[in-house]
């Protein structure tokens, strides 16, 4: 692994026409490819199909009507409130076995037909050669119900979040000391860091910046609140399939949606791809060179050849410490942010992604430094959760006392990272015994219990039914150069659904599935 050039120049500040490719790692993905080797959903977590047909392992028996009884998407613990005035809601009754075999085979001739697919890593030439071993995404089979009064504040807060992501990258004084105690305990974070304080070094200036966002929320069941997990600023994922399994339940409501006693407007639209493609785009005829290219990051199974100026270079990979096994790709990562290229994200971008900048915004008058507006701020304040730094010690000891209501958070995305349950105590008491040092390459977080309900998942060809729960995220696109902000927006969205049983939540790291919203 290493970078390929293809110009015959050495690869400096004034030839930035490199290829690329970081090692495979994670469940982040190309915002424009439908084609993307995936980890299915882990056996051990779901109920492990029997020899019995679909249509006997779907149902549950009322026992004093003798009828079969399916809940769609989720169950009746989300019902709505509001009498004869509320919106239809995904609540089915007596639903027949040939109805719910015909709509699963209907999902997966759809999804064959229209891109829901994804590369097959048990078939070797799966990725090599095109229309080769693709197998369907996992979807959900029916879209989870979802209050319509908590999608719009999450829509209505998506511009002000990535005009707080603009703010906070400009002041390299607060990045480089909110992560000053994580640089020495963290190497990746220091890796990171030292790249941005280069660029401090010569006054580098990204007059156009360019961010593709994701904000991830769940539903707690308690409090009734949207409460954000993360805000993820590098390689965000999904927005692609994410698109057309919103255009597969919406396809199927409108086909069954008599039987169904279902809305298909309440399934909203989701545009993520277009709106993505449209903000590279623009950023590409704000670099105002005809003759540039878009350059895309990639792990090692894919290939991008250069030999052309760079407008854009978009990451695919880079997130991770497994993306840099030695120093040259530190160096391509230097000579990047060297370049006059659009970064998506810069480095400043990057590191105003990371747990510990999310954790260092929820602290009071700290947003006040970024944003004017108080309106805004107080929408802001409204989606987070409890965010403590390890060096609270009164904090340390509850998470010690009741651990399951905490989660310990390194800084690294990608999913498969965090620490739950008895693990939070055990981490935190090595802590202690380590010294204080270490706490900042962690924070803690409230842990969000959304509500727990039936909901039905089809993966590998086969459909059936488990307790889930689900996390919300909004896409947002951010365009500015210099003073003009050329793009601000809400851009679509993604719905993954996974078996309750399970901590980590990534369709591509094997834990969920991908979703759509019925608002209620």
């Not at 392992?57 to 399916?70: G, H, N, Q, V, Y």
């Not at 509001?82 to 109805?99: A, E, F, V, Y």
């Not at 003073?483 to 719905?495: F, W």
Request: contains cysteine; charged residues 25%.
């Amino acid at each position: 692994m290493g970078v390929g050039c293809s110009s015959s120049l050495p690869p400096t500040v004034n030839n930035p026409h490199c290829s690329i490719t970081f090692p495979h790692t994670s469940a982040h993905t190309n915002p424009t490819s439908n084609h993307l080797p995936i980890n299915w959903l882990a056996r051990a977590h779901l109920q492990k199909p029997t020899k019995s047909p679909i249509s006997k392992r779907l149902f549950t028996l009322d026992s004093a009507r003798k009828t079969p009884t399916l809940k769609c998407g989720r169950t009746a613990q989300m019902e709505i409130e509001g009498g004869s005035d509320s919106k239809p809601i995904l609540d089915l009754h007596s639903l027949d076995d040939n109805l719910v075999q015909k709509m699963v085979y209907d999902a997966l001739v759809w999804s064959s037909l229209h891109g829901l697919v994804v590369g097959d890593r048990n078939v070797q030439r799966s990725g090599t050669v095109p229309g080769v071993g693709m197998v369907h995404a996992p979807f959900a089979l029916l879209p989870t119900v979802f209050p319509e009064n908590q999608w719009k504040l999450a829509c209505e807060v998506a511009p002000i979040f990535n005009e707080l992501v603009d703010r906070v990258s400009l002041d390299g004084k607060f990045l480089q000391e909110s992560l000053s105690r994580t640089k020495k305990v963290d190497a990746f974070t220091s890796r990171l860091l030292d790249i941005h304080s280069k660029m401090l070094e010569i006054n580098k200036k990204e007059e156009i910046r360019l961010g593709l966002h994701r904000s991830d929320y769940m539903l707690d069941e308690k409090t009734k609140l949207l409460l954000q997990i993360e805000l993820n600023t590098i390689s965000t994922s999904f927005p692609g399939l994410g698109s057309v399994v919103s255009e597969l339940h919406r396809s199927l409501l409108k086909n069954y949606g008599e039987h169904l006693g279902c809305d298909v407007n309440c399934t909203p639209s989701n545009d993520a791809a277009n709106r993505f493609s449209e903000a590279l785009a623009k950023a590409w005829i704000e670099y105002n060179n005809p003759k540039a290219v878009i350059m895309v990051v990639v792990q090692p199974e894919e290939r991008n050849m250069g030999g052309h100026a760079i407008a854009v270079i978009y990451f695919r990979a880079g997130y991770a410490p497994t993306d840099y096994p030695s120093e040259a790709e530190w160096r391509a990562r230097l000579l990047m942010e060297h370049s006059s290229a659009i970064k998506c994200p810069s480095i400043s971008y990057h590191l105003t992604g990371t747990k510990k900048i999310q954790q260092e915004l929820a602290k009071p008058n700290v947003l006040e430094k970024f944003i004017d507006n108080k309106e805004d701020i107080a929408k802001l304040r409204k989606c987070f959760a409890g965010l403590w730094s390890l060096d609270d010690a009164d904090i340390v000891d509850t998470a010690i006392e009741k651990p399951h209501l905490f989660v310990m958070k390194p800084q690294r995305e990608g999913g498969g990272n965090n620490i739950y349950g008895d693990d939070v105590r055990e981490a935190l008491l090595r802590l202690r015994k380590d010294g204080k040092e270490q706490n900042a390459a962690y924070i803690l977080m409230q842990r969000i219990f959304p509500t727990d309900s039936a909901t039905f998942l089809v993966r590998d060809g086969s459909c059936h039914k488990d307790h889930a729960v689900s996390e919300l995220g909004i896409y947002g696109a951010y365009l500015r150069n210099k003073d003009k902000v050329i793009v601000n927006e809400r851009s679509g969205y993604l719905m993954r659904t996974k078996v309750s049983s399970s901590n980590e939540g990534g369709v591509a790291a094997g834990f969920a599935v991908l979703d759509s919203l019925y608002l209620t």
